[in-house]
């Protein structure tokens, strides 16, 4: 005879964050915030530690959004961002829901959007500034802007993945529609 659960209720969320691809958004906000508290608990702020060439940790506060846009506007741009990154966080939470089993990469994808919002959203409301701490030197790129790059951390990187996977389940999408002999 099986066992029931104690409590079958816990067993059916639990049930619904693997079906749904909800453990990678789990995955991707513990090791972000994982590495952030390291980095905050080892590192002095702009302190640069070379890993290998052309890439270092360097601690770093973001006030502002992607690339530090606003982030000289005074302090109302963390509870605009906080807003709209939990938006944003919950809207694509429900459109992860509503997929279907076989739509796994748009799940993935979304589930490293979600990991990775909600990262720098606990930064946000709770430090008031996100947390970045990766800086790489693309010396390939003549534009001085971009050495170094902009610091980021695993909540951006999971993002601008999730972002990329979006735009490749976008473009087979488009593509099994402009040649539906293919798809079929």
């Known amino acids: 005879m099986r066992r029931q659960p104690r409590n079958p209720g816990i ?13 990678l958004s789990a995955v991707i906000l ?16 702009y302190e640069a530690l070379e890993l290998m060439p052309n890439l270092q940790l360097s601690l770093m506060f ?3 959004a992607a690339f530090s846009i606003l982030s000289d506007a005074g302090g109302w741009q963390r509870w605009l961002l906080a807003g709209f990154a939990l938006l944003v966080t919950l809207v ?10 076989d739509e796994r990469l748009l799940a993935a994808a979304l589930a490293l959007i979600v990991g990775g919002a909600a990262g720098n959203l606990i930064d946000r409301v709770l430090l008031g ?5 990766i800086q790489v030197y693309l010396p390939f790129i003549p534009l001085r802007i971009f050495n170094p790059w902009p610091a980021f951390n695993v909540a951006d990187s999971a993002i601008s993945i ?23």
Not at 11 to 18: E, Y
Not at 31 to 42: I, N
């Open 11 to 23: 067993c059916k969320a639990l049930h619904r964050l693997v079906k749904h691809w909800l453990w």
């Open 30 to 45: 513990l090791l972000d915030q994982a590495t952030k508290w390291l980095v905050l608990a080892f590192m002095e702020p």
């Open 62 to 64: 973001n006030t502002g």
């Open 92 to 101: 694509l939470v429900v459109w992860l829901l509503r997929l279907e089993k």
């Open 129 to 133: 500034h996100v947390v970045d701490f």
């Open 162 to 184: 999730g972002v990329v996977l979006l735009l490749i389940q976008t473009f087979q999408g488009q593509r099994a529609q402009a040649d539906p002999a293919a798809s079929g």
